[in-house]
């Protein structure tokens, strides 16, 4: 790996709050994710990123969620199952004008009812928006 692709790498992870040695957990993994994206991440934390099967406590969850994939109330509070006290829920929806598409007011609608808000999004997949969740209790 370059330099170049080191910094970018590192520099994903840290947009999304990452560091070297997290452990984050992958949700609704298909085959239209950001692969550029998954990679530059994995690379940021220095290990790949734990499926749906693993029972590990985790610092973050990255859901992929698309219109159709059911109900996304469910799919947050599942995100929840193995997510760290100060954790956070990244999720993954397709930008305006991509198959899928998951409007922002959906979103804005589900997280309260899972027990989240939305704080922030990333820029950092091109057909991906990225909406951060954290949870409304205190840790």
């Given at each position: 790996m370059s330099e170049a692709e080191a910094a970018t790498a590192v520099n994903v992870a840290g947009k999304l709050g990452f560091k070297d040695g997290d452990l984050v957990q992958e949700l609704g993994y298909d085959d239209d994710v950001d692969f550029d994206f998954r990679e530059d991440l994995e690379e940021g934390i220095g290990t790949e990123l734990l499926t749906e099967d693993d029972q590990d406590v985790v610092d973050?969850?990255?859901?992929?969620?698309?219109?159709?994939?059911?109900?996304?109330?469910?799919?947050?509070?599942?995100?929840?199952?193995?997510?760290?006290?100060?954790?956070?829920?990244?999720?993954?929806?397709?930008?305006?004008?991509?198959?899928?598409?998951?409007?922002?007011?959906?979103?804005?609608?589900?997280?309260?009812?899972?027990?989240?808000?939305?704080?922030?999004?990333?820029g950092v997949s091109k057909e991906w928006a990225a909406t951060r969740l954290v949870s409304r209790r205190k840790q």
């Open positions: 973050g969850v990255i859901l992929w969620w698309r219109n159709g994939d059911g109900d996304l109330v469910d799919a947050l509070v599942d995100a929840l199952t193995s997510l760290g006290a100060g954790g956070v829920v990244w999720l993954f929806t397709p930008k305006s004008g991509r198959p899928g598409y998951v409007a922002p007011a959906d979103v804005q609608e589900a997280a309260p009812t899972a027990g989240l808000h939305s704080t922030s999004s990333a």
